[in-house]
């Protein structure tokens, strides 16, 4: 770890809630306490505005668009339509916008729907907002791990600080100088707040301006992808005859060990991440692997790397990937679901080669022997979180692996089996509505494609889709 880098998550805790409350958070102009740039050690240029675009891409990037996300951005003042100054009317804001008690509270939401009595209500609300206040110290513990892992040296943090540009738009003045960012305040996941902005001001284009949950995803690649739902084997997988990618090593090094650039895991099976130690707060952050740069539209590397755009119009942060959601209820696909016995429940999980499209025909940037694996809980116990994870292989791409998960809570004890038939995979090549082989359930795990289940994924988001399988609820 390099001189001068945060390495302490307490302190770093500490510090991170201090700047809710922080009047000023640019102290690089030697106004107000410590500035974000200041606690991670930051020694560039700090322009005005930096440090609340890092935060929120950080809390996209680690968190991501989900109820947790939201909770995060209000509490530092940047969600919009929560963006009172004091920390405990955004609080009681957020809570009367949102639908959060209702999916999280929903009992004691029931209740605080039929006071008609407003000083009752305010009370209860105060009361809701300190619960709140608890949620937010454990994501903020959730943000603080995530970055120490991250910045191992002031080299991968001056990057990333580079690289804010989809959260912030830059200020010039007359001459083309730099001036300072201008942070776009956060779209909520929800869709009670109201979303009435110019889509020039949205940060990433998340579906509808409203969910980075993919909602109405299904909906979407239905209409969009109009081919016949045809039964079919999966073929062999192709293999274009084009040079493989090598992944960058140093000295020594092999390509499965990891903590520096360019060096990735590779040997994830979906036992290893069934059985993971979790962490005993909810982490959304933590089902996503293996770190990995990320790109834009505008900055589109030259080999094929799955789900790591910014501005991905169907993923959003690409990086989390896999979402639930009860079967024909019309709800958004989300990070978390609660199950119940009788009721049935969809899994989606995106995949997007985010490789240069226009590479595509010299085959660089078209993705080989690409392979999906899948696990979900068999049971899930009251009180408990229960991951159902995703693992995307290739042979060329970087990572050669990536993963993510998404999870299953209950108030009683549940079993999920799958609905056999309905796993299928949504594209607009032929391979559209093909339904694959049970083999997904395993580390084999089947081939993806566009034009034919061949293992060939080529660039560009024309190619991108998911795969949609149900579990039945007992």
């Not at 805790?13 to 306490?33: M, P, Q, V, W």
């Not at 989809?166 to 300072?180: E, F, H």
Request: hydrophobic letters at 35%; charged letters at 25%; a neutral charge.
């Amino acid at each position: 770890m390099s001189a001068g880098l945060v390495t302490n998550e307490t302190t770093l805790n500490d510090k991170l809630r201090a700047l809710r409350t922080a009047d000023y958070r640019e102290s690089k102009f030697g106004i107000g306490g410590e500035s974000l740039l200041d606690i991670l050690g930051y020694t560039g240029r700090a322009y005005p505005g930096l440090s609340d675009a890092l935060l929120i891409k950080l809390v996209r990037d680690f968190i991501g668009f989900n109820a947790s996300a939201d909770v995060l951005l209000m509490a530092f003042g940047l969600l919009r339509g929560c963006e009172a100054a004091s920390i405990g009317k955004r609080r009681e804001l957020y809570l009367e916008k949102s639908n959060y008690l209702e999916l999280f509270h929903k009992d004691d939401n029931a209740e605080y729907k039929k006071l008609t009595s407003p000083d009752k209500r305010s009370e209860q609300l105060k009361l809701f907002a300190q619960r709140l206040a608890k949620k937010e110290e454990s994501y903020i513990n959730e943000l603080s791990s995530a970055i120490v892992r991250t910045f191992t040296t002031a080299e991968v943090l001056m990057k990333y600080v580079g690289n804010v540009d989809s959260y912030a738009k830059k200020r010039l003045d007359d001459n083309g100088k730099m001036l300072c960012y201008e942070p776009i305040l956060q779209s909520p996941s929800y869709l009670k707040i109201p979303v009435n902005i110019d889509a020039a001001d949205v940060a990433t284009p998340i579906i509808e301006h409203v969910s980075g949950e993919l909602k109405g995803l299904v909906r979407r690649l239905e209409e969009a992808y109009s081919a016949p739902q045809i039964k079919k084997k999966e073929t062999k997988a192709a293999v274009l005859p084009v040079k493989t990618v090598v992944l960058p090593t140093e000295a020594g090094m092999s390509p499965t060990e990891s903590g520096k650039e360019g060096v990735y895991p590779v040997t994830k099976t979906l036992e290893s991440l069934a059985n993971a130690k979790r962490l005993p707060k909810k982490s959304y952050m933590a089902l996503w692997g293996p770190w990995r740069d990320t790109f834009t539209q505008d900055n589109l590397p030259d080999y094929p790397v799955f789900n790591s755009r910014t501005d991905n119009k169907v993923l959003g942060v690409g990086r989390n990937f896999v979402y639930v959601a009860e079967a024909g209820a019309n709800g958004a696909f989300a990070k978390e679901v609660h199950v119940e016995p009788g009721k049935e429940y969809e899994v989606c999980i995106g995949f997007n080669n985010n490789g240069s499209p226009d590479l595509n025909s010299t085959g660089a940037t078209i993705a080989q022997q690409v392979r999906l694996a899948t696990i979900f809980p068999k049971e899930v116990p009251p009180d408990k979180d229960c991951i159902v994870y995703a693992i995307i292989s290739a042979s060329n791409t970087r990572p050669l692996q990536i993963w993510d998960g998404a999870t299953f809570v209950s108030s009683q004890i549940v079993t999920l089996r799958y609905k056999r038939g309905t796993a299928k995979i949504k594209v607009s090549g032929n391979a559209n509505g093909r339904v694959l082989s049970e083999n997904l359930f395993s580390n084999e795990g089947v081939y993806l494609g566009w034009h034919e289940l061949d293992g060939l994924v080529p660039a560009g988001d024309s190619s991108s889709g998911c795969v949609i399988y149900r579990l039945v609820a007992e």
